[in-house]
Every structure is written in C-alpha cells, then in structure tokens.
C-alpha cells in the first residue's frame, strides 16, 4: 500500500523532498502546498524538476490539503524566522490527524529542557487530539549528530568524549536569509547577529547534545554555548554579497553538557564554518570541501569523517538534499508510530529500501 503525502513547501529542502515522494516506492504525492504566487497552480512534476508532468498543480490553498487527508505531509517551510507561524502549521495538521515529518523547528527534534515545556505542549496537544505523530530531523541537527555517533558508541567498552562536528565552507549554502539575516556573515564583529543572540545556540543544538545524553545516561544538568569569529583579510564576494574587511566571514561554535557547571567533556556539539577555505586556517579543517565528523576517545578511539557530494559535485547540495530523504525515507515508520511528538530514539533503523537502481538482466555496472 503506498502512502499518500503532502509536499509543504517547494524551496531548497523542499524541491528534493517533492522528488523524493515522486520517485519513492512506497509514497504516492497527494497534493503539493506553495506560499509564492508564482508558484500556485504550477505542476509538481515542474516544480520538481521532473522529466514528465504529474498532473498535480501546486496551490497555496492550506484547506485544499488537509481535505485531502493525506497520511503524511513532509513539511519543509521556513522555520527559523517564523517560529510561532510553523508552530500553528503543524499543530493545524497534527490536530486535523494527519502525520508529520519536518526540518525545523529543529528543537524539535528534542525539546526535553532544551525549550519551555509551554512551547511544546500545544505540539504534544494536537498530536494527542488528532492521534497523529510529529517527527523533527534533517542533517544538523539530525542523522549526522543522533544516529551516526550513537551508531559508533554501540562498540566502545569506555566512552571518555563524544564530539559532533559540522566542518564546512557555506560560500555556496544557496540561502541568504539563513547566511547573512541569522547567521550574520558580512557584519561587523561588534553587531551580534540573531544566531548569536544569548542563548540561541542552546536553544538550536541543545537538543542535539540532550537526546545524545538521553541515549548514553548521562545525567545533564545544562548546557553551555561558546562562539568566535574571524574577520575578513580583505573585500570578497558570496552569494551577490560583498562581505567587507574586517566584517564576520568564519564562525566557531560548540554547545557542551554541564554537569554542576562543569562541562561533560563527553558531549559536544561545533559547527566550524568559513565562506572561504582558507580562512581561520587554525580552526578544524574539514576532510574534503566539507564533512560531518563524529570523534569518540575512549576505547576504542574513533574519527569518522563523513565527506558528502552532490550529484553536482557540491557538499553543500549533498546536505540539503540529505536533510529531504532523511524525512522523506521515514515517512512509512512516523505513520506506523503511536501518536505523540517523536525523537530519533523512538523510531526503528530506517533504510533506502527500494532505492537501489537495479540494472536490467545482462547489463553489469561499472
């Protein structure tokens, strides 16, 4: 039986996860929800990229969808800078009785005292009313910060450090409100862009260091964030922009476990992210263009470097469209779910079960 889904949005993560219903085997596309005009009445299959149209026009109709009733909608709308609008989305939709798998808001991956119990009760609410089942995930935080690193401490017999790490050049991260509105690239060292703001950084990856935590029994009592910046040498330009001497042009970051305000060397999450190789040369560099590193010390002793690549040659492609068939892929165990708002540790080992490309009888592969 394929499951019928909703694709909410059509932007970066969105434009993969509408391919990914429409190739996947198990999914049938529902309906398609655009918010730009230009957009509206626009066949998926277009919208997608798609060799062939599907028959299936965008609309900007909210209603439309959820009439539908499809079995799960892939929501991949804006979150970061309209938190209560996604909040009233996804509560609409789980509340209707429809099932949900979301990038963002990304402390849902993980709310238990990362955020306000007030905050994530009306999801917990809805999900409830509706009987329906939220799941938050992506890359970041996502499988490169939960599966992965829980995957490796599976074999240690001592853990002494567990450190998650995004090490990456964002020069061609094709979204400038995320770069240049909240991350705050290109402005001067004394202006604190949204990102930076006190206890945002906690708020974003705490819950990556808390399910980590949860998973391994280790009794957190907080967690703490740290920040450094490193100026422009000189004028270059990123995404149209011109990022001006002596304005942000790499960020370092780490969100740790505290345990009676001493951090718990044993969970650490850092993002070091530059818009040129070559800056901040003595921060952590990445294996290849760009990669997710996972470090365990203990015994054994593990670094994985995970190097990730487009189908154009890009790390920065590669994330996004990891990010859609991380949500994608999972759809058919969040609708198998009991009701309620999920985390990574609740959901069964997901797999690329009937992706592999077969060649036809008597044609080897290269």
Same mark, same amino acid.
């Given at each position: 039986?394929?499951?019928?889904?909703?694709?909410?949005?059509?932007?970066?993560?969105?434009?993969?996860?509408?391919?990914?219903?429409?190739?996947?085997?198990?999914?049938?596309?529902?309906?398609?929800?655009?918010?730009?005009?230009?957009?509206?009445?626009?066949?998926?299959?277009?919208?997608?990229?798609?060799?062939?149209?599907?028959?299936?026009?965008?609309?900007?109709?909210?209603?439309?969808?959820?009439?539908?009733?499809?079995?799960?909608?892939?929501?991949?709308?804006?979150?970061?800078?309209?938190?209560?609008?996604?909040?009233?989305?996804?509560?609409?939709?789980?509340?209707?009785?429809?099932?949900?798998?979301?990038?963002?808001?990304?402390?849902?991956?993980?709310?238990?005292?990362?955020?306000?119990?007030?905050?994530?009760?009306?999801?917990?609410?809805?999900?409830?009313?509706?009987?329906?089942?939220?799941?938050?995930?992506?890359?970041?935080?996502?499988?490169?910060?939960?599966?992965?690193?829980?995957?490796?401490?599976?074999?240690?017999? *001592?853990?002494?450090?567990?450190?998650?790490?995004?090490?990456?050049?964002? &020069?061609?991260?094709?979204?400038?409100?995320?770069?240049?509105?909240?991350?705050?690239?290109?402005?001067?060292?004394?202006?604190?862009?949204?990102?930076?703001?006190?206890?945002?950084?906690?708020?974003?990856?705490? &819950?990556?260091?808390?399910?980590?935590?949860?998973?391994?029994?280790?009794?957190?009592?907080?967690?703490?964030?740290?920040?450094?910046?490193?100026?422009?040498?000189?004028?270059?330009?990123?995404?149209?922009?011109?990022?001006?001497?002596?304005?942000?042009?790499?960020? *370092?970051?780490?969100?740790?476990?505290?345990?009676?305000?001493?951090?718990?060397?044993?969970?650490?999450?850092?993002?070091?992210? *530059?818009?040129?190789?070559?800056?901040?040369?003595?921060?952590?560099?990445?294996?290849?263009?760009?990669?997710?590193?996972?470090?365990?010390?203990?015994?054994?002793?593990?670094?994985?470097?995970?190097?990730?690549?487009?189908?154009?040659?890009?790390?920065?492609?590669?994330?996004?469209?990891?990010?859609?068939?991380?949500?994608?892929?999972?759809?058919?165990?969040?609708?198998?779910?009991?009701?309620?708002?999920?985390?990574?540790?609740?959901?069964?080992?997901?797999?690329?079960?009937?992706?592999?490309?077969?060649?036809?009888?008597?044609?080897?592969?290269?």
């Amino acid at each position: 039986m394929a499951y019928r889904v909703v694709q909410w949005s059509t932007g970066n993560v969105g434009r993969w996860a509408l391919r990914g219903i429409i190739d996947h085997p198990d999914l049938e596309l529902a309906g398609v929800w655009v918010s730009s005009p230009a957009k509206n009445g626009r066949d998926a299959g277009e919208l997608a990229g798609a060799d062939r149209p599907l028959g299936i026009r965008a609309t900007a109709d909210a209603d439309e969808l959820i009439a539908a009733e499809p079995d799960c909608v892939v929501y991949t709308a804006m979150a970061d800078n309209r938190l209560s609008e996604a909040i009233d989305d996804l509560c609409r939709l789980l509340r209707a009785g429809i099932n949900v798998v979301a990038s963002g808001p990304v402390f849902l991956s993980f709310p238990d005292g990362t955020v306000p119990l007030d905050l994530v009760e009306p999801i917990r609410s809805a999900a409830a009313d509706g009987r329906a089942s939220l799941w938050v995930n992506g890359i970041d935080p996502g499988w490169a910060n939960d599966w992965l690193p829980l995957l490796l401490s599976g074999t240690c017999q *001592r853990i002494d450090l567990v450190r998650c790490s995004e090490i990456t050049d964002y &020069s061609t991260y094709h979204n400038p409100l995320v770069l240049f509105d909240l991350m705050g690239f290109g402005t001067p060292l004394d202006e604190t862009p949204m990102l930076l703001q006190p206890g945002v950084l906690s708020i974003a990856w705490g &819950s990556v260091v808390r399910q980590l935590a949860a998973a391994l029994e280790v009794p957190l009592d907080s967690v703490a964030e740290h920040h450094e910046r490193f100026p422009a040498p000189e004028p270059f330009t990123v995404a149209g922009r011109t990022i001006n001497t002596g304005t942000m042009a790499a960020l *370092r970051f780490t969100v740790s476990g505290m345990v009676a305000d001493r951090p718990v060397l044993v969970l650490v999450l850092e993002h070091v992210t *530059r818009l040129r190789p070559d800056l901040a040369p003595d921060w952590p560099q990445p294996a290849g263009t760009g990669c997710y590193r996972v470090e365990i010390t203990g015994e054994p002793n593990y670094v994985l470097d995970l190097r990730l690549t487009g189908g154009d040659g890009d790390h920065n492609t590669a994330g996004v469209a990891s990010t859609a068939m991380r949500l994608v892929n999972a759809v058919p165990a969040v609708v198998a779910a009991p009701p309620g708002l999920l985390t990574a540790l609740d959901l069964p080992l997901t797999t690329g079960r009937g992706l592999v490309s077969i060649p036809a009888r008597g044609v080897i592969n290269p």
